[in-house]
Nanobody
Framework: QVQLVESGGGLVQPGGSLRLSCAAS????????MGWYRQAPGKQRELVAG???????NYADSVKGRFAISRDNAKHTVYLQMNSLKPEDTAVYYC?????????????????WGQGTQVTVSS
């Protein structure tokens, strides 16, 4: 099994910054895609940023130039640096990691989600 643990959310004033982290644990053989999604009250979950195993990134138009996703393969961790935060960035942020883990010598594909961390941007 693979578990994800998120950290770094909180309350910040408009224009401020936060850094989210998401670490995967378990018998991980390899990690493919990693990403961050968010869900605001009354809205559908949306992709914020993604990063491939090769390091290619993509962002939602609403966060381009303000957010940056990165990964540390050795630590099985993905980060989201959020700058110039706006009230409309307020949401629960979820990380997503996919890859391969091993159990009893067998390689198994996994797609795991973090528990979610609240980000509130307000004065």
């Amino acid at each position: 099994q693979v578990q994800l643990v998120e950290s770094g959310g909180g309350l910040v004033q408009p224009g401020g910054s936060l850094r989210l982290s998401c670490a995967a644990s378990g018998s991980i053989f390899s990690i493919a895609a990693m990403g961050w999604y968010r869900q605001a009250p009354g809205k559908q979950r949306e992709l914020v940023a993604g990063i491939t195993s090769g390091g290619s990134t993509n962002y939602a138009d609403s966060v381009k130039g303000r957010f940056a996703i990165s990964r540390d393969n050795a630590k099985h961790t993905v980060y989201l640096q959020m700058n110039s935060l706006k009230p409309e960035d307020t949401a629960v942020y979820y990380c997503y990691i996919s890859g391969i883990f091993t159990i009893a010598g067998t390689e198994v594909e996994f797609h795991s989600w973090g528990q979610g961390t609240q980000v509130t941007v307000s004065s």
